[in-house]
């Protein structure tokens, strides 16, 4: 049986990777935030399968956090650019 915090990792863990997948996908991040969040999530990955922590689900918070406010730019620039007929 699995505790809820490790049900928490897992679904975070997802989570990032399908926002890593659509980063990539339409080039929301740059290619060196993208690897440095593969990296930090495998990191995770691991302590999570052997000790989970409220700083490890906090951390996938950081970095998902990282990755949607860079979205949340891109997608602002964009706006813009349409608007202003960039």
Same mark, same amino acid.
């Given at each position: 049986?699995?505790?809820?915090?490790? /049900?928490?990792? #897992?679904?975070?863990?997802?989570? !990032?990777?399908?926002?890593?997948? /659509?980063?990539?996908?339409?080039? $929301?991040?740059?290619?060196? !935030?993208?690897?440095?969040?593969? #990296?930090?999530?495998?990191? $995770?990955?691991? /302590?999570?399968?052997?000790?989970? &922590?409220?700083?490890? !689900?906090?951390?996938?918070?950081? !970095?998902?956090? $990282? $990755?949607?406010?860079?979205?949340?730019?891109?997608?602002? &620039?964009?706006?813009?650019?349409? #608007?202003?007929?960039?």
């Amino acid at each position: 049986m699995t505790t809820r915090q490790a /049900r928490a990792c #897992v679904a975070w863990d997802r989570e !990032l990777a399908r926002m890593l997948e /659509r980063s990539e996908l339409f080039g $929301l991040n740059t290619a060196e !935030l993208r690897d440095g969040i593969r #990296v930090e999530a495998f990191k $995770l990955r691991e /302590r999570c399968a052997r000790d989970i &922590s409220m700083a490890s !689900l906090n951390r996938y918070v950081m !970095l998902t956090k $990282l $990755l949607y406010d860079d979205e949340a730019d891109e997608v602002e &620039s964009f706006s813009k650019n349409q #608007v202003h007929g960039d």
